[in-house]
């Protein structure tokens, strides 16, 4: 991109004076909130540095948050500052390509393969959406796939709107005591540093909806956020009117007990649908990104009912042929089911409009809806209101076919209407900016448009090794210095003796093989199997000729205490000689530690308990980079994983007993990383470079990147579900 930028060409021109430009003071102080405004500039890293070169310090400080950060300026500092850095027409030149962004809406891929949404847009219901860390209603995973898929929404033209939650405190902040023990820390998200605004209805008069329960009712404004082409509302509880305790209902995620979780599912979902209805949105499609939102196609039922007068029966047939359901894990805890009671309370106004009993109501949640001793699941309704489901890979499709046959009870296994869309990531968001020059300098002009189709991505075979090589060893070093930083802060803070601060000063060797682990530490992903053995691992890391280091970082939830004990454990291993060197832990997993870490490794490793990863898409953002995943073949990677493209742990078994597939698991993690991951590491030709290694990284990207993207995703979501569901026929259908 950096080679056709003409903001760069003007830059250098002879005869441009200092200030570059006519624009007054607040002309370009206004240009900057623009671009600030819309979170398109989070997936720009030419953007990034425009606002980070305003003030390095306080953009790192201020959570790399452009609004908190523009707060700091007058118009006339800030046009100072832009002098000063040559900034005016880089800023001008981001305006205008956001602009012309924005208004695109013909030459994009959706305009061309999904004319029949550009009616009946997709409404996006999600729980969390992860866009960028300055944004914080996410909390993991499932979040950060919703901000990536609306990313390519945006990106594909795909007509969409968003809708979430807004919560003031977002997740908590991560913090380890001296014990190793997980601190956790709730802070207030400053409003007016938030790229956000009132929803409006056609009047221009800000949106709140109103929820009535057998217990009062509840209200919600909704807030809106620019992702891009795609608008994203958040629904928040925190308005006059509303009990007290109702205006804390969403500030944190995943807080709280069930009845706190119906209610903030009741806002979502059917304070959704009323949202979109009083902005005058008609989507044509209903999209439930996970089980949270399966209240929305109930309120979308009664509208039919009461605009078009029909029966219930009918209604929810039509309804669930507009409806999509993505499930997104096959552990148990990850289901929300809720007692009778609970949704009588919450439900039981909208259930007398529907013109049902509260026992129909209540089978609409039970796998067998006579048996009353079943509680009602999000998920089995999520199932019932839609007509198309999905899994989120291959492997998930099939463990969830099984897990829900019994809604099913007259068709084998195979035909059970579940199928998979493999999640993807946003690749401008988490490729580095470096290797994105690189790849512009090799792939033909405008490759990017193609970034979800095997093409362009096959140019990197003719990238030189030793480029490809330096480039990844430049972002490695980024990382080393980034896990400096911060294991030297958690030091300080922790008041330690100035040698141990100093030790974490220069911690970690540029020269020496990385593997990074991070991801919320759920006792299923097993952060722990590579320390099953740490004889065996002391060997492994501190072998003199060929040593190995080790990142960590990842939140447990704060009532999984056997997930604190696991971050406890490894934490604590910097007090143990052997290790102290070679093993660090990064506090406070979040979207920048998670980019840095997937941007700098050399290895990700993955150890979850098959089949339990549903996906998994932090080793998706490796691949992008140039990092070679290490991953037990489950999730994403059994689909994924070709031989010469990176490494297995395992042949994609499990044992009956759990115990004796951890003790496999660990002695086949040692075994890949002796025999295969350390020798191709450090086998090196005249020229230092490891031939080996250079050749998989190029296997891993060529093979992979296009396939793991989220815009082949949203692609996939558009053609076989989008599609048939807003009553179009798809061009595509045999992919599925
Ligand atoms: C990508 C991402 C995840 C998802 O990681 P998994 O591979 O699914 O464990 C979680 N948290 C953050 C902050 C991420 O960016």
């Known amino acids: 991109m950096t080679k056709k930028d003409p903001a760069q060409a003007v830059k250098s021109a002879p005869g441009i004076g200092q200030y570059g430009s006519e624009l007054t003071p607040q002309m370009l102080y206004d240009k900057c909130v623009a671009l600030a405004r819309n979170l398109w500039w989070t997936w720009h890293p030419e953007v990034h540095s425009l606002f980070r070169d305003l003030d390095p310090i306080r953009w790192r400080q201020l959570d790399h948050n452009p609004m908190a950060l523009l707060h700091e300026f007058t118009p006339e500092r800030l046009s100072h500052r832009a002098a000063e850095m040559i900034l005016h027409s ?26 029949v949404l550009g009616s009946m847009p997709v409404a996006y219901f999600s729980a969390e959406f992860g866009i960028h860390e300055s944004v914080p209603v ?128 009741l806002v979502l979902g059917v304070g959704g649908v009323r949202a979109l209805r009083a902005m005058g949105i008609q989507p044509g499609v209903f999209h439930l990104n996970e089980g949270h939102s399966a209240f929305a196609p109930l309120e979308v039922v009664r509208l039919r009912m009461q605009d078009d007068g029909w029966e219930f029966d009918e209604a929810l047939r039509f309804v669930a042929r507009q409806t999509v359901f993505t499930t997104h894990t096959p552990v148990p805890a990850g289901h929300d089911r809720f007692d009778p009671g609970l949704v009588e309370e919450h439900l039981g106004p909208l259930r007398d409009q529907l013109g049902i009993t509260g026992e129909h109501l209540l089978s609409l949640g039970r796998v067998d809806p006579h048996n ?92 030189d090794p030793g480029e490809l090589w330096e480039t990844h060893n430049a972002l490695k070093i980024l990382l080393l210095s980034f896990v400096r930083r911060r294991i030297t802060r958690q030091c300080r803070r922790r008041q330690e003796p100035e040698a ?13 093989l990385t593997i990074g682990f991070g991801r919320r530490f759920a006792t299923y992903k097993r952060a722990d199997l590579v320390f099953t053995d740490l004889d065996r691992l002391d060997a492994i890391l501190n072998n003199p000729e060929r040593p190995v280091q080790l990142v960590f970082a990842g939140k447990a939830h704060p009532r999984d205490e056997p997930g604190k004990h696991l971050i406890q454990h490894i934490a ?23 980019r840095h870490m997937v941007q700098g490794v050399d ?130 259908m045999e992919r599925r």
């Open 138 to 265: 996410y909390s993991g995973g499932l979040g950060v796939l919703a901000g990536d898929h609306i990313k390519s929404a945006s990106g594909l033209g795909v007509p969409l709107f968003a809708v979430g939650l807004f919560y003031s405190q977002g997740y908590f902040k991560q913090k380890l005591n001296e014990h190793g023990w997980q601190d956790e820390e709730y802070i207030n998200t400053e409003l007016e540093h938030l790229s956000m605004e009132a929803a409006r209805d056609a009047q221009g008069n800000p949106i709140t909806v109103q929820i009535e329960t057998r217990n009062g009712s509840l209200l919600a404004q909704v807030h809106q956020m620019h992702v891009g082409r795609v608008r994203l509302f958040l629904l928040d509880t925190d308005v006059d009117g509303n009990h007290p305790e109702d205006r804390q209902l969403t500030s944190r995620l995943y807080g709280g007990d069930t009845r706190l979780r119906i209610r903030q599912e």
């Open 572 to 594: 604590n291993l910097r007090h143990d000689p052997r290790f102290r060197d070679r093993v660090v832990y990064i506090e406070d997993y979040d979207i920048n530690v998670c």
């Open 603 to 732: 290895v990700w490793l993955n150890t979850p308990r098959r089949p339990l990863e549903a996906s998994g898409t932090s080793g998706q953002k490796v691949v992008l980079n140039g990092g070679l995943n290490l991953s037990i073949l489950d999730g994403w990677w059994a689909e994924a994983y070709d031989g010469s493209n990176g490494f297995a742990i395992g042949p994609g078994r499990s044992h009956r007993d759990q115990a004796e597939t951890d003790r496999r698991d660990a002695a086949a993690l040692y075994d890949v990383l002796e025999d295969q991951v350390i020798p191709t590491y450090y086998q090196r030709d005249v020229d230092g470079l490891p031939p080996r290694w250079i050749q998989m990284m190029m296997n891993s990207i060529s093979s992979l990147a296009w396939r793991f993207s989220a815009h082949r995703m949203v692609m996939d979501y558009t053609q076989t579900m989008y599609i048939p569901a807003a009553g179009g026929l798809s061009c595509d």
């Open 90 to 115: 880089r800023i001008n030149y981001y305006y205008r390509r956001l602009k012309e962004y924005t208004a695109e809406r013909r030459r994009t891929w959706a305009a061309e393969h999904a004319s």
């Open 372 to 463: 009353e001793g079943e509680t009602f699941c999000m998920t089995v309704l999520g199932l019932k209101m839609s007509r198309r489901a999905n899994a989120v890979s291959q492997l998930h499709g099939h463990i969830s076919r099984r897990m829900w046959a019994h809604l099913w009870p007259w068709k084998v296994e195979d035909e059970i209407p579940i199928g998979h869309i493999t999640n993807g990531v946003h690749v401008p968001s988490w490729l580095a900016w470096q290797m994105r020059q690189l790849y512009d300098r090799h792939f033909p002009d405008g490759w990017t448009r193609g970034m979800g189709l095997p093409g362009a991505w096959q140019h990197i075979h003719d990238v």
């Open 500 to 512: 141990v601060v100093e030790a974490a000063r220069n911690a970690l060797e540029p020269s020496i």
